[in-house]
């Protein structure tokens, strides 16, 4: 089975980076635990929106966020449990492009085996999932996964800033052994 896997909340932990930015910019304390949206432009900090906008493209665009941050609980674990299992793993990320090869650095420096990373723009995962034949993916953005929902079986992996959002065709999971479970089960009985 070929397994689409976004970056940023499923296999890489932006969070920390983020709040810790966040912190040095505007003296602010936040921790991703309380954030209740997925889109950080909602936070209610008290900050100017165009002000905080504009901090979120900036942050957004540097590399560095990307390159220190840390792997997402269970993702190394996970993704090696779904390779052995004889699954092709690629990766779906709406990363700007040019993050590209931070991207590749970071996966290979956490031994995270992807069969191969695409790069497209929030909003068109669903036609690269279908250009590339994939069977299941995992999205922790609820919008992003309900339009994956459409082309293949599409699991959200639950955050504290995706979990008040009612999901129609998406399935929601808690942690990476309840998908590995869960895809390879389908395996079995496929």
């Known amino acids: 089975m070929k397994i689409g896997l976004d970056l940023d909340g499923v296999l890489c932990d932006l969070g920390p980076g983020v709040s810790a930015r966040i912190a040095e910019r505007f003296g602010l304390a936040t921790h991703p635990a309380t954030w209740r949206s997925y889109d950080l432009r909602r936070l209610d900090l008290g900050l100017p929106e165009d002000r905080f906008g504009a901090f979120l493209d900036e942050i957004f665009a540097d590399s560095d966020l990307y390159g220190e941050a840390p792997v997402t609980c269970g993702a190394v674990s996970g993704v090696a449990q779904l390779r052995a299992a004889g699954h092709t793993v690629v990766g779906i990320t709406a990363r700007h492009a040019h993050l590209a090869d931070v991207t590749t650095r970071w996966l290979a420096a956490r031994g995270l085996a ?32 309900e339009l994956l929902a459409e082309v293949c079986r599409s699991y959200l992996l639950d955050h504290p800033y995706n979990r008040d959002v009612v999901l129609r065709r998406a399935r929601r999971i808690h942690s990476w052994d309840e998908l590995v479970g869960r895809l390879c089960q389908l395996r079995l009985f496929a």
């Open 114 to 145: 992807l069969d191969s990373v695409h790069h497209t723009q929030v909003g068109t995962k669903a036609q690269v999932a279908a250009a590339l034949g994939v069977e299941a993916t995992v999205e922790d953005n609820p919008s992003e996964a």
